[in-house]
Structures are given as structure tokens and as C-alpha cells.
């Protein structure tokens, strides 16, 4: 769907409406569910950087489907928990000799990808510098995935997920505001996209809310390798829904992320 809309609308102003079904979405929740919030430092800080690092996550994921090749963009950014793993060992966590080989499949995966992308046809009568931002685009989102998923997980066993999600969408909002304001754009897409955009609003909303339901239980690191292997499903689709052309070469990349992170799912 973001691929649809960003090429359509522009990826900074498709995820401005996204953010903001989230944020009346999460903030009607809470009043109906009388969720009861809680104000510490700590978890809000959490959140709101959680939130920031969402919107830079989705700004360039978003530009990066919008130029495509998704085959190439999806697999790169699924290759967070690789990453997510070295923070953790930053932070103390000492990983078994099978997560070590399960990261260095995801980077292999990675490496793949990136090299898939050289023959792609898209890239074949242009220069090296669109395949370069591409993958760098792309390779951005991941960093960003890392941090959203690093801070998410920290504040929702603080402050509960919901509260999480609601300040995150919030503070989103403020920094994607800011990037249209800087742009000159206002929040104003045509009518007839309002249903698309909003379908993908309320789908992105609550993937996230699954996504910090599974942060707050014994064993968050489950949710994060699972919810990468979106991957898998998104080249399928690109490969089906969008004709684009998948290589042998991409589809082992692909299956590597996926047996990685099913890898360090089942050793988590």
C-alpha cells in the first residue's frame, strides 16, 4: 500500500495522514478504554523517542518502496534484528554461539540484497549513484527500525503499550509536521485517496499496537524477529501484485533473513 500511495502522494505527506489516523485512532481508545496513564520520565522519554524514531523509519521505508525495487528495499530493512542483537550485547546480553551464526545469516541476506541490486534491471541503464541512495535509503530505515524497536520495548513495560503507541504517534506527528512545514505542504491529500491512505493508517496502527502487545511479555525479542520476516510476504507481493522481477539471487537473500530470524526467534 505505501508503495501505491507514496508514489501518488509522496512519502512525507502519505505518512503525515498515516500518523494522524494514528494518533486520533489511539487517542479515541484511550478515552474509550479509560486507559489509566503513566507520567514517568523515563517511559515517556522512551516513547517519544520511540515515536520520532517510528516517523524516520517510515519516511524512508516509505521513499524507499516509492523507488523501488521492493525486493531489494524490504529485505534490507528486515535485517534489523541483526543490529537490535548488537545493542543488546552492548547492553550486557551474551549471545549463544547459535544467535551469533543466526545474525550472521541476516547479514549475509543483507550483503545479498545489496548486490542483487547492481544487475537489477531498473538500475541497468543508470549510474551507480540511484543504486547507491536506494540502498542507502533503505539501509537508514533499518538503523531507524533498530532504534524504534530498542526504545519501544523499554517503554511499554513502563508506561503499558498503549500510552506507548499514543505518544509515539504523537510525537511522529510533531516531527513529520515539521519536515511539511519546512516544505512547504500542507496535510491535504486528494479525496479520493482519503480511503487508501486511511485503510493503511488504521493497518499501521495496529501492527504497532501487536508489536508493543509482544514487547511487554517475557520475551520481547520473539516480537521483534517475527514481525521482520515481513520481508518474506513483501517481495511475494512485489513479486505477484507488483510483476516486479525477483532473481534467484534475491530469493536466497531473502531466505536467509527468514531463517535467521526464525533462528534467533526459536533461541530467544
Not at 525477483?246 to 531473502?254: T, Y
Request: glycine share 8%; proline share 4%; net charge positive.
Amino acid at each position: 500500500m505505501a508503495r501505491f500511495s507514496s508514489r501518488a502522494l509522496g512519502a512525507t505527506l502519505t505518512y503525515a495522514f498515516v500518523l494522524l489516523v494514528g494518533v486520533v485512532t489511539s487517542s479515541v481508545w484511550i478515552a474509550v478504554s479509560a486507559e489509566k496513564l503513566v507520567w514517568t520520565p523515563a517511559g515517556c522519554g522512551l516513547a517519544v523517542v520511540h515515536g520520532l524514531s517510528v516517523a524516520t523509519m517510515c519516511m524512508l521505508l516509505y521513499a524507499g518502496l516509492a523507488r523501488g525495487p521492493v525486493a531489494i528495499v524490504a529485505p534490507i530493512v528486515a535485517a534489523h534484528p541483526a543490529f537490535v542483537l548488537v545493542v543488546n550485547v552492548a547492553m550486557g546480553l551474551r549471545p549463544t554461539a547459535y544467535q551469533w551464526a543466526a545474525m550472521g545469516v541476516i547479514i549475509f541476506g543483507g550483503i545479498l540484497i545489496a548486490r542483487s541490486a547492481e544487475t537489477h534491471p531498473q538500475f541497468a541503464a543508470t549510474d551507480r549513484k540511484e543504486l547507491r541512495k536506494t540502498v542507502l535509503i533503505a539501509l537508514g530505515a533499518c538503523l531507524a527500525y533498530v532504534a524504534l524497536v530498542t526504545t519501544g520495548q523499554a517503554a511499554a513495560p513502563m508506561i503499558g503499550g498503549l500510552q506507548t503507541l499514543w505518544l509515539g504517534r504523537l510525537s511522529g506527528f510533531f516531527l513529520v509536521g515539521i519536515v511539511l512545514a519546512l516544505q512547504r505542504r500542507r496535510i491535504a491529500i486528494p479525496r479520493i485517496w482519503i480511503p487508501f491512505v486511511g485503510a493503511q493508517g488504521l493497518l499501521e496502527t495496529l501492527g504497532y499496537v501487536a508489536f508493543l502487545a509482544g514487547s511487554t511479555t517475557a520475551s520481547p525479542h520473539i516480537t521483534m524477529v517475527v514481525a521482520s520476516t515481513f520481508s518474506v510476504f513483501t517481495v511475494v507481493l512485489a513479486k505477484f501484485v507488483l510483476k516486479e522481477p525477483v532473481s534467484h539471487q534475491q530469493w536466497l537473500a531473502v531466505a536467509s533473513i527468514a531463517v535467521g530470524t526464525a533462528v534467533l526467534s526459536g533461541s530467544a
